[in-house]
């Protein structure tokens, strides 16, 4: 895979792409987990899935079974990530925009895809639907073990690009986005399941305000380009209904030196290799009423 970050732009995998007969006219189909999955996506417009995606995914332990969704799936490479690597899962694939939520449709449906396509399925809908609304949709109360979400972290005022579809993919639409994804997350999930998310470091107080009295056993990754570098990203996870204590731990950093080249622990998780579990293992346990 060829990586391109900086402290500016977005972290971006762009693995091999494929103007082939098994790529649809205006789509790439990019590889992932060095062949493990493909991801179609359109060429010219719209959020291009990289390396956000596949720390995310990570962030789901390698003992992990059950139900997962993807909230925001775009394409659906996080949450394909996960059903690579972790067979016991079933995952649902979360995406408001038609043009992103065919994508993710025909990524399952491909051929490359057929080992995952019958543990992966795709819900057009906006995550912050509430209530019967929601559940009508397809995302009932309590029925998923594990939530995973990559919101569009930019603020609304930094949407410059005239690209619509990645405008949606990037900058919020609604000042307390945070809280509104990460209720409907406490909604979905059973007690005691985790929620993870990726975004930029200037968002961590709106996420801590969004987990607060939901979710406990916060632990917080800060993502760094370089060794001397600041974070441009953080990873969060959260356990529903537990007590215990926030975890700042240490960070991830993804290039080795001056070079472009991934550190072995970056390039270990861009590619399925290991995963990036929880250090509070301790169940989470309810709250008082």
Not at 151 to 176: I, V, W, Y
Request: with cysteine; aromatic share 4%; hydrophobic share 45%.
């Amino acid at each position: 895979m060829n990586v391109k970050n900086d402290a500016e732009r977005p972290l971006e995998v762009t693995a091999v792409s494929a103007a082939s007969p098994e790529a649809p006219p205006g789509y790439s189909l990019d590889a992932f987990h060095n062949g493990g999955f493909y991801v179609l996506q359109p060429e010219a417009e719209g959020h291009r899935a990289g390396l956000d995606a596949m720390l995310l995914a990570a962030t789901v332990s390698a003992d992990a079974t059950g139900a997962l969704a993807d909230l925001g799936a775009g394409a659906g490479a996080a949450g394909l990530a996960v059903a690579n690597r972790l067979e016991g899962m079933q995952i649902v694939l979360v995406e408001r925009a038609p043009r992103m939520a065919q994508c993710a449709r025909m990524t399952i449906e491909h051929p490359l895809n057929a080992s995952l396509a019958t543990r992966v399925r795709v819900i057009e809908a906006d995550v912050t639907l509430r209530g019967e609304a929601r559940c009508a949709a397809g995302l009932a109360d309590r029925a998923f073990d594990h939530v995973i979400m990559n919101p569009p972290f930019n603020s609304a005022r930094d949407r410059t690009t005239p690209d619509e579809l990645k405008a949606q993919a990037h900058a919020m639409d609604s000042a307390d986005l945070f809280e509104q994804w990460l209720r409907t997350a406490n909604a979905i999930l059973k007690q005691g399941g985790q929620v993870s998310l990726i975004a930029r470091p200037e968002s961590l107080a709106d996420i801590l305000a969004g987990l607060e009295r939901r979710f406990g056993g916060i632990e917080i990754t800060p993502v760094c380009p370089r060794t001397g570098d600041d974070a441009i990203r953080i990873l969060v996870t959260a356990v529903k209904g537990s007590r215990a204590r926030l975890l700042l731990r240490d960070r991830i950093v993804i290039h080795e030196g001056a070079g472009r080249d991934f550190s072995p622990l970056a390039n270990d998780l861009a590619n399925g290799g290991r995963d990036w579990p929880r250090r509070t293992r301790r169940s989470a346990q309810k709250r008082t009423k």
